[in-house]
């Protein structure tokens, strides 16, 4: 009986003591995810299809870059619209201004397809590659940069001047540029043919002078042979030296959401593909590209006066609107702010603009489509002049103008029958006047 009596007063005083632990929910969600960071200085990460920011660090402080111009020469000759078969010759005067040679190993006198110097801009490096697009572009490296600066501002990079095409630093180089601009130009670079496919080749082949050779990459994060290689990540460049930054832009591909990441830091190679790779897994782990609205989806229905056969107009959206948003978001957080009118008259032609649906989530708004008529409603004339002859008489200002016009009318015709009618009494009296005197 003691025995019991004491294991029921220590289960009691745990009771008393310690409820929180003996009830305590053992699937306890875990604590929130510290805000995510990496050690380079310099970082970007964006959706380059939606230009979504993921994360950023001092992405608008000036900092030099030297694998940029090369991108921007690749851009340039893409969009020149130049047979890029095209067979080349390479002079002495081209090959003068390159300072280090690359892989390629280009000498004057050699010819080579532009494509094969994309190549090997993309994939080796390549200064005297660079020096060899600008020259056949613009007549002259100085010409050549004037067009790059300018089509960089047309870009949207507003901070980035170029100094030179080859990347090549010195202690007085002006050349600058952002996080937030490279992230602009290389998501340009995205949408253009080549650059991409070629910038993610660990070795490529080009034809010098008719014959083959080869041409590696310095870019370890594609490198199957690396440790470094991460297999979600694919190009776009790479440069750099402990004196320069050591500098990374990568794209990462998951489902449908395509990922531009950069990074610069100081003190090494190993230390920025580290943080290339955290930038990866947090931006493809932590976010999910979902579509907030399908092109010619539904979003509301609005009444329509004198409509014939139909009351109301579905309103479609013009565009499809999609967004790079934290995983854990779930869609019903999303704000969906429709401006739209209270009712529209027909007719209403298919197509017809009535409103516009904006989505964002924290005050960022994320997209915007007009809303338009789904279909066409024609005009029910019998009931629109219907409804105008109803309001017409319905409305009380009518009323009082029709009785106000009819009390003068009657007040006029009134006035003028009594005036007539003395007028006749004067003219009858007279007559019997002159009756009465006339001789008899």
Known sequence: MKKSLSVILIIAFLFVMFPAALFADETEEEPAKENFDVNAPFAAVVNADTGTELFTKNADTPFFCAFLPRIMTCIMLVESGLDLSTEISLTSEMMSVSHDKSSANLVAGNKISLYDLMKCILVANSQEACIAVAVTLAGSVSDFIVKMNLRARELGAESTAFTNVTGQ?????????????????CSHALTLEYIEDLSNYRYLEITVNNAKRSIYTHNSIIDRNSAY?????????????????????????????????????????????????????????????????????????????????????????NATISASLPSSVPDSDIVVEKNIPEKVEAPIAKGTVLGSVTYSYEGRI??????????????????????????????????????????VVIFYSTVLYIKNRKKMRREESSKRDRITKMPR
């Open 169 to 185: 630093y010195s202690s007085t180089t002006k050349q600058t540029t952002t996080a937030y601009d490279v992230i602009k130009i």
């Open 229 to 317: 290689y991460n297999k979600k990540a694919s190009g776009l460049a790479i440069s750099g030296n402990n004196t320069t930054g050591y500098a990374l832009v990568s794209v990462a591909v998951d489902k449908a959401m395509r990922i531009v990441c950069f990074a610069l830091c100081y003190t090494s190679a190993a230390e920025l593909y580290a943080d290339m790779t955290e930038m990866i897994n947090f931006s493809l782990t932590e976010y999910s590209y979902r579509t907030l609205i399908q092109k010619h989806a539904p979003v509301v229905e609005i009444p329509v006066v004198f409509g014939k056969e139909r009351d109301t107009v579905t309103l479609v959206s």
């Open 366 to 407: 994320y997209g915007s489509a007009d809303l338009i008529a789904q279909s066409d409603i024609s005009l029910d004339v019998i009931e629109s002049y219907s409804t105008a002859i109803n309001e017409f008489f319905s409305n009380k200002y009518i009323w009082a103008a029709i009785i106000t016009v009819i009390t």
